[in-house]
């Protein structure tokens, strides 16, 4: 393993601080260094940007944020254990790592950082599809972040990137492919981690648009999109009859047909929708 820094190896750490991993704090830990140095490159040039890292863990990742020069980084960890370790590469890199002992759900980051801000996390399953969702979705877009690198089960990963006809196109390929740009950008075998995983695991990079790709209201686009594939093997007009009394008349003013099924319909053809339900 070649150093990143003038810090302990990781498995020093793990033992000098007795960080046993736990699965209730969804605790994967990546302890090659090169690995995650690697990982910090695929969130882009960061020496101009303050970086936001949630469940730094032992603190391999955000060692090698730090080491590929990060303006400043922002790491909540929900975990008090690893709270030493993680002061020791604050002093390691002085004046550049905050770290917040939180639950990352609970802390909004522009209280701390300054944008342009990038996201970079090996995030802990049980909360990530639900951070996702929150950065794709706020009322107003640009939102506080201009890119997310981050790791999940290669599964999550999949829908993200998904294409209509896909069995994994859903919520999350809508939510994510109508604000951003979405690719996979690398794959790890269970065993890059410690303790490894059931699954394999990928890095998604998403880069925020401008603008959103069709306009549309969040709320709305995220509600019927939900509908519609809660019950995806249904027709639209009976997944979404709870979203308004004239649904068909809806869908068909948004050029959809009632019996078109979820999966078929392309980002544009939902975004129209959404609009359509808006209207008065
Ligand atoms: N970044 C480290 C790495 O790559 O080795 C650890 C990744 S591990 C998959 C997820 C981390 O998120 C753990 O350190 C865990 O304690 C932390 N965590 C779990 N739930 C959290 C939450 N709600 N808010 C902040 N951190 C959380």
């Avoid at 003038?6 to 498995?11: A, D, E, S």
């Avoid at 290669?154 to 492919?177: D, F, M, S, W």
């Avoid at 068909?248 to 129209?272: H, M, N, V, W, Y």
């Amino acid at each position: 393993m070649s150093a990143i820094d003038t810090l302990p190896p990781l498995r020093d750490v793990i033992r000098t601080h007795d960080l046993q991993a736990r699965k209730s704090m969804g605790q994967n830990f990546l302890l090659d260094l090169n690995l995650t140095a690697k990982i910090a490159r695929q969130a882009g040039d960061l020496t101009n940007c303050d970086v936001l890292e949630i469940g730094p863990g032992p603190g391999g990742l955000t060692r090698g944020l730090l080491a590929e020069g990060a303006r400043r980084v922002l790491a909540i960890e929900k975990d008090r254990r690893c709270l030493p370790a993680l002061e020791e590469i604050a002093a390691a890199y002085p004046g550049k790592l905050e770290v917040l002992n939180a639950d990352a759900l609970e802390v909004d980051p522009l209280s701390t950082l300054t944008p342009p801000i990038r996201v970079a996390s090996n995030l802990p399953y049980n909360v990530g599809t639900e951070l996702l969702v929150r950065w794709l979705t706020p009322a107003d877009w640009p939102p506080f972040w201009s890119s997310l690198t981050l790791m999940f089960q290669r599964e999550v990963a999949e829908r993200i990137v998904a294409q209509p006809g896909n069995k994994t196109y859903g919520r999350l390929a809508i939510l994510a492919q109508w604000r951003s740009d979405a690719r996979i950008v690398m794959q790890l075998p269970p065993e890059a981690f410690t303790p490894p995983p059931k699954v394999s695991s990928s890095v998604v990079h998403l880069t925020a648009l401008p603008a959103p790709r069709y306009p549309a209201n969040a709320n709305t686009l995220s509600r019927i999109v939900a509908l519609a594939f809660n019950q995806r093997r249904k027709m639209l007009r009976a997944a979404l009859k709870g979203s308004a009394p004239d649904i068909e008349d809806r869908l068909l003013s948004a050029g959809l047909k009632p019996t078109d099924r979820a999966e078929q319909i392309p980002l544009e053809g939902f975004c129209a929708l959404a609009r359509a339900i808006d209207s008065i």
